[in-house]
RNA sequence: UGGCCUAUAGUAUAAUGGUAGUACGACAGAUUUUGGUUCUGUUUGUCUAGGUUCGAAUCCUGGUAGGCCAACCA
């Protein structure tokens, strides 16, 4: 699979650090916030952290960026590692900016007693106001004149629980006039007198993200900080603060993130379409979320593939959609069993075949495995098979079900459609053929060419279950782009449930996790949510290439 | 109207001053008891105008286009 290829450009960097000993072996780390589900852009994140950690026989970190007490839970928490091991990572540590809490307050003393930072008793409005524009300087105000021992007595106070909420902040005191609005004395502490899933009611003031990330890759001795492009603007202060700190010299380096075609991709708008029932639940197969794509059926090998694929550059992108299908379906095609389900059934009689016989007959499991083997399937009188194998009036590109034509059935005999049945309304309701005996799979004699192979499955033998067949979330390539509410672009056909297919009895010990090819069908896996014992589901996950479907558009 | 980042086939990505390549897609054909798979072939590209150089996708300058930055979010 990994081919020799060349390097982007932060395998060139390190190769470059490396080389010229900058450093004896790397450090990455991967910082989720803990205030949501991981989805595929994070997973292009977890793939570039831990694979450079494996590459270059470094290690890296999990770590939750968890300074913000009032969106973090402990559910995030868990959903998040459960995700990365299902991708098929293990960090190294386990670490949370909360546990450095008690280290970066020492950070921000220390800045104060430098002179380096103050406390300002500004309201947010006036702050935003005194912060210019991108082309206007900004302006400090008078709190920017305490002194370092006021301004390290009213810290103590603000961590003691003296003032309010939103009352006072610490900020360092940067260059009001800097053209990166970034270093115009950005605030590095707040109040918020919230209780922290894992500090508890301990503080009561939390480091802004700029005060918690770049010192806590520092504290674990992190050697390439890797993040995206929007975090560009704060190297500038990420590099402040190592400095006049004097700590260990993390390097911050940013790539695009990852954008896909027909979804969404912010944690914000994906929120939203849980919260308003737009679908289920963070998991939601049709969510781009890694739990939807795993209960979707896709599989952490497609996925890591994926994203080895589209490379990392600096180059905002739009990723087809259709690439990551092609990586699901080239996993799914060597490892899925082969099973027989009919999703919109027909019955087929065959005419000459004896009522209340039976014979079984072997398919093979996967063509791409044949240690598979092989399972036995009833064949017999009476069939389903799927209404769109037969149309009455067929062109000559037609190799399915007609009049008069000839067809195989996958595994058993050749059959001639000698008639058909349709009900008042015109809807078909029955086929009939005459199979051929000499034309039995495996051992055919009959010297009779079929075009076409059809699935079918024994009705008396036949299991039901619910399949539920997924399309693209939104209508429009890139729903944030486009006007208004990106709400407006969901597709309202993103779901079909099929409340009763017919399938394979041995589909009743199916599990979740473990994937089927339907033949001609797609790829599908029992749901992990609304599967019962005695009511199954099934997802489908991708389907087959059809080109078919694209001839018969043609017209 | 400031600063920063970016620009290579339809979509991504490589070529690190020296033959513009790869994957997906599209198209055509072969194989096929899945109109699947597999195999073969074809197609399409360096944003623009200058400059440096024997030689520029690559370096420089201007332009154009897109993105990011004025949260007590990360």
């Not at 080389?19 to 852009?41: A, D, Q």
């Not at 009900?423 to 005459?434: N, R, Y």
């Not at 449930?497 to 473990?514: R, T």
Request: glycine share 6%; proline share 5%; with cysteine.
């Amino acid at each position: 699979m990994s081919e020799e290829r060349s390097l982007n450009f932060i395998e060139d960097i390190i190769e470059r650090d490396l080389k010229e000993g900058r450093v004896k072996s790397i450090l990455t780390r991967f910082p989720p916030e803990p205030n949501g589900y991981l989805h595929i852009g994070h997973a292009k994140s977890i793939c570039l952290n831990f694979g450079l950690g494996i590459k270059y026989g470094g290690k890296t970190n999990l770590r939750f960026d968890d300074t913000n007490p009032v969106t973090e839970e402990t559910e995030y928490v868990e959903s998040i590692k459960a995700d990365v091991r299902w991708l098929g990572f293990e960090w190294a540590n386990e670490f949370y900016a909360s546990d450095y809490f008690e280290q970066l307050y020492g950070y921000a003393e220390k800045l104060i007693e430098r002179g380096l930072a103050y406390v300002d008793d500004s309201t947010s409005e006036e702050i935003a106001e005194q912060k210019g524009t991108p082309t206007q300087p900004g302006r400090r105000n008078n709190y920017a004149e305490r002194t370092p021992e006021e301004n390290l007595q009213l810290f103590r106070e603000m961590r003691a629980g003296t003032y309010p909420d939103g009352s006072k902040v610490l900020r360092i005191k940067g260059d009001m006039s800097s053209p990166n609005m970034l270093m115009r004395d950005p605030i590095i502490y707040r109040i918020k007198h919230a209780h922290h899933h894992r500090t508890g009611d301990a503080w009561c003031i939390y480091p802004m993200y700029d005060f918690a990330h770049g010192q806590s890759d520092s504290i674990e001795g992190i050697t390439h900080s890797i993040c995206t492009l929007e975090f560009v603007p704060h190297r500038e202060l990420y590099d402040w603060l190592i400095e006049k700190l004097e700590i260990f010299p993390s390097r911050q380096y940013e790539f695009a993130r990852l954008n896909m075609t027909y979804t969404v991709m912010s944690k914000r708008k994906l929120l939203q379409l849980v919260n308003e029932g737009n679908v289920e639940s963070w998991d939601d197969p049709r969510m781009p979320t890694i739990s939807g794509m795993r209960r979707r059926g896709y599989t952490a090998k497609s996925i890591r593939d994926f994203c080895d694929r589209i490379g990392v550059a600096k180059r905002e992108n739009l990723i087809d959609l259709g690439l990551l299908e092609f990586f699901v379906r080239e996993d799914l095609n060597k490892t899925a069993l082969r099973r027989m389900a009919v999703l919109d059934p027909v019955k087929l009689i065959i005419t000459n075949y004896e009522e209340n016989k039976y014979e079984l007959l072997p398919s093979e499991n996967n063509p791409e495995m044949p240690e598979k083997g092989e399972r036995m399937l009833h064949f017999g009188r009476e069939l389903w098979i799927e209404r769109e194998d037969f149309m009455e009036e067929a062109s000559k590109k037609w190799f399915r079900l007609a009049p008069g034509s000839v067809v195989r059935l996958k595994s058993a005999y050749i059959v001639r459609c000698t008639g058909f049945e349709k009900d008042e309304s015109g809807k078909l309701t029955t086929v009939m053929a005459e199979y051929i005996p000499e034309s039995k799979s495996g051992s055919d004699t009959s010297g009779i060419h079929a075009k076409g192979t059809i699935h079918w499955i024994s009705a008396p033998h036949a299991v039901t279950a619910e399949v539920r067949l997924y399309d693209r979330l939104f209508r429009v390539e890139d729903p944030s782009s486009e006007e208004g509410d990106f709400k407006s672009y969901i597709n309202p056909d993103s779901l079909q449930i099929i409340s009763k297919a017919y399938m394979e009895p041995d589909l009743l010990s199916a599990v979740p996790g473990v994937p089927y090819q339907f033949l001609r069908k797609g790829y599908f896996v029992l749901d992990s949510v609304h599967s019962k014992e005695n009511h199954l589901v099934f997802n489908r996950t991708v389907t087959l290439k059809d080109t078919w479907a694209k001839e018969a558009k043609k017209g």
